[in-house]
């Protein structure tokens, strides 16, 4: 069953589904590499652990006027002082382990490294991990090297990645950085009703660009996860909305649920 959605499916970006489609992702665009790229190249999958903690809401401040709580039973101590009962209840951030799986291409036979299809994930978006500070790490030594850089950034929230200018307003972006035309990067700023392009991966000088339908990726994962089935679309779905998405996405939903 396909997603009411157009483009990429807002809903996705809750953290029980986000780990799963990342992976899922990554396989579906390595499968579609392989099924076009000339014969001396390949697409191979890169996994490492990343730390941190996972989720790009802000945590919510209570700051209540008044707090009414059931006291807990205090033992009296003869001549001590009282113990005051805690006025209120919230959660600490904790540091959680991803698997994230990023995309080479390789050309053989001497497996030189040729592109880099990297998706965001929340861990590496979230300012003051140590996994945002060593996916910046990363990029930085990759944007030194002959290597293109692919960047596919479905999450609303959190940091984008570092730019001369200012990005336009856009919940998601494809970036792509070809090594022979540093620092200029092609960008792809994508509505939420927008349907996802289709981007080109570059390969070696003399080669022609190879086609990534990020449509089609998102579209086999979704049907491949059976999300329809997983997801709760009466209610609304994780991160903020602009008043116009929030109204878009509530006409979206009631004419095709």
Known sequence: ML????????????PALWP???????AEILKQLNAVLPDEYYADLEARIEIGVMGLEDPPAFRPDVAVIES????????????????????????????????RVLRRPEDRLVAVIEILSPINKRKGNSAHGEYVEKREMLLDTPVHLLEIDLLRKGER???????????????????????????WPVQLADPLPVVPVPLLRGDPDMPLDMAKAISDVYDQARYDRRIDY????????????????????????
Not at 86 to 102: C, D, G, S, Y
């Open 20 to 26: 799963g489609f990342h992976s899922l992702l990554a």
């Open 234 to 257: 009466t209610q609304p779905p994780p991160g903020p909305l602009t008043g116009d998405e929030a109204a878009w996405v509530k006409q979206l939903l009631k004419l095709q649920l």
């Open 72 to 103: 807990p039973r205090i033992p009296v101590i003869p001549g001590g002082a009282s113990i005051a009962a805690a006025p209120l209840e919230t959660r600490t951030l904790l540091k959680e382990e991803m698997k994230v799986t990023a995309v």
């Open 161 to 187: 990645v570092p730019m001369e200018s200012a990005l336009p307003p856009a919940p998601y972006f494809i970036v792509l950085s070809r090594a022979y035309r540093r620092p200029v990067c092609e960008v």
């Open 3 to 14: 997603s009411p959605f157009p483009g990429m499916d807002p809903y996705i970006e809750q």
